[in-house]
């Protein structure tokens, strides 16, 4: 006799991308429980995760369209230009600085994108905290704390066995708990990887001028140096350096930290003074061999962990839950087995070659840009000055990074399920 299912999935993770995933399935008609060890409270306090993420527009026109987008737009500040300056300082906002620069500006695909800027930040803390409130709108059902254990699969299920001896069953078990993830273990998915000796520094900035929506990346030798608008004139701060200097600017003292944010900054926006905590976080790649495996599906940083030079890592999970969501719905309502092999290959076969290839170039762009060998310096800046000439490819790499290339789910193109 078959067991009885608790719900059509069972999510381990209710991290950014698993609640994502447990509200675009809902917006479909499935159920959905999610098991954490964290309690919702704790992932909105401020301590738990100092860092603030920047979002594609596609990935907030899923939110709008699942329910959580009305209490994360007041939150969202919209990002009208990116600067990126391969140099010593901000780039181009600075008199006298390098021609090496390009400069992204949403006006330039304001009729391709209905208006929409070329990305979002928002703080992570915010974001748990609106999509926490849409899944208790939604009657979700969430196991917390509480902490996968064991997976067991068989013909028609799998069941997961949670450490208080508690089980759940149901026909797929999505991992979505992030790089150290117990379900890709268990389901014999291994991973590769490796480190790159670096640790991204990460704070809450103030300015005393407003800061315009402009985002400001440049090339440092120890890594990219990030200042990321946030609402209310402050920003978010990545700062990329060896792990041994990223461990001193954590401990050193306020002052010295201080200083050492002015003088990368510059002073074109005023004083810039630290706002709460600092956190520092070690970065490395990790990628799982497979998507998927009989019964169970990954996404989000349990399939692909990537540097954040880009700011594509939370965007390649909320990709991740729109497409199999997609595939999920669409498989239950022609009366497929949503957790068969036949089934989780489509979303894997859809989802594999973006994660692959956005990996490999963050991989090769950390690498290409965290150096200060004067050849590759020369090459890579005329490079910026090339693209930055050529329209085409300008508006090209918005629409990329804005997450609207290649065959987007339906979620992301801002069309209910």
Not at 60 to 74: C, Y
Not at 294 to 318: E, K, S, T, Y
Request: proline letters at 5%.
């Amino acid at each position: 006799m078959a067991q009885a299912h608790d719900a059509d999935v069972i999510i381990a993770g209710a991290g950014m991308a698993g609640a994502t995933l447990a509200l675009a399935l809902a917006s479909g008609g499935m159920t959905a429980v999610l098991v954490d060890p964290q309690v919702f409270d704790a992932m909105t306090a401020p301590t738990f995760d100092g860092r603030s993420s920047a979002i594609a527009f596609a990935a907030f026109r899923q939110w709008k369209v699942i329910g959580a987008g009305e209490a994360l737009a007041p939150k969202a500040q919209r990002i009208e230009q990116i600067l990126v300056t391969d140099g010593r300082t901000p780039g181009a906002a600075t008199p006298g600085a390098t021609s090496f620069f390009l400069r992204f500006d949403s006006a330039e695909i304001a009729g391709r994108t209905e208006g929409e800027p070329l990305g979002y930040m928002l703080e992570n803390r915010d974001i748990r905290a609106a999509l926490a409130a849409a899944i208790l709108e939604k009657n979700i059902r969430v196991e917390a704390p509480a902490r996968v254990a064991r997976l067991e699969r068989d013909g028609s299920g799998a069941t997961v066995h949670l450490e208080d001896g508690r089980t759940l069953r149901a026909p797929l078990v999505v991992g979505a708990e992030g790089r150290g993830s117990t379900v890709r273990r268990e389901a014999g998915i291994g991973e590769i990887g490796w480190g790159y000796g670096q640790t991204g520094v990460v704070a809450t900035v103030k300015f005393d001028r407003p800061h315009g929506g402009v985002a400001h990346e440049y090339f440092l030798p120890g890594g990219p140096f990030a200042i990321l608008p946030l609402t209310g004139d402050r920003a978010s701060l990545v700062w990329t350096e060896t792990s041994a200097r990223g461990e001193a600017l954590k401990t050193a003292r306020p002052e010295i930290f201080q200083a050492h944010l002015q003088r990368r900054f510059g002073d074109y926006l005023g004083h810039v003074e630290t706002v709460g905590p600092t956190f520092t976080y070690p970065l490395a790649l990790s990628l799982a061999e497979r998507m998927s495996a009989p019964r169970v599906a990954l996404l989000g940083d349990a399939a692909h962990g990537v540097h954040p030079i880009a700011g594509q890592g939370l965007n390649l999970g909320l990709k991740d839950a729109a497409a199999l969501a997609e595939v999920l719905v669409e498989a239950l309502r022609l009366g497929e087995d949503i957790g068969s092999e036949a089934v989780l290959e489509r979303y894997a076969r859809w989802r594999r070659f973006d994660n692959v290839m956005l990996a490999a170039a963050t991989d090769v762009f950390t690498r290409l840009f965290s150096n200060d060998n004067p050849a590759l310096r020369l090459a890579r800046g005329a490079g910026m000055a090339v693209v930055n000439r050529i329209g085409p490819a300008r508006r090209f790499f918005m629409q990329e990074a804005g997450g609207a290339v290649g065959d987007l789910p339906r979620l992301l193109r801002g069309e209910a399920l």
